[in-house]
């Protein structure tokens, strides 16, 4: 009985997450890419990229000559993150409040008024049909991130460790 519990809510878990990503709407000029490539590109396409982590199905790139800047805002980090070897997101790193403000203020002039805008905890998300991006700023330790995620490959992640997580269970 207990198996056949988890399973259940397992189903329910994957189904309610499938719903949200159809019924989500999309954001203003919802990207398709990150500075020209393309969501899902295989990584044997890319001749211009220097692994620099590998986590086994997840591994992250950095690519030749990139440009350390989104408009006027400098940019500490800028990671490729492929999943079996397919583009699925950007983990990007800066520093300082100035450079939050000028990204926060790239992002707002690109896709429009995130959803649940928090000022106070300076954090923000476009949650779309094809992509997500997220923003947020530690003012404790004056640091950021920005991550652009594509939702096929997260999905496609979040099945595998739903039937791993159902096969551990039995």
């Excluded at 019924?23 to 990584?43: C, Q, S």
Aim: include cysteine; charged fraction near 30%; proline fraction near 2%.
């Amino acid at each position: 009985m207990h198996r056949f519990g988890v399973r259940v809510g397992l189903v329910l878990t994957v189904i309610l997450s499938a719903m949200f990503s159809i019924v989500a709407l999309a954001y203003e000029n919802e990207p398709y890419d990150f500075r020209g490539m393309k969501w899902d590109t295989h990584i044997e396409k890319l001749s211009d990229m220097e692994i620099v982590l590998d986590g086994g199905d997840l591994k992250a790139y950095t690519k030749k000559g990139e440009k350390m800047k989104l408009e006027e805002a400098k940019l500490s980090a800028l990671h490729y993150i492929f999943y079996k070897d397919h583009f699925y997101c950007v983990h990007i790193e800066f520093k300082g409040l100035d450079d939050f403000n000028k990204i926060k203020d790239v992002l707002f002039k690109r896709y429009g008024e995130p959803e649940g805008i928090q000022l106070y905890d300076k954090r923000f998300a476009w949650p779309g049909v094809n992509a997500s991006i997220t923003l947020e700023f530690d003012e404790s330790i004056g640091r950021g991130e920005l991550g652009y995620k594509f939702l096929p490959i997260d999905q496609e992640i979040v099945g595998e460790e739903t039937n791993q997580t159902a096969e551990d269970a039995e």
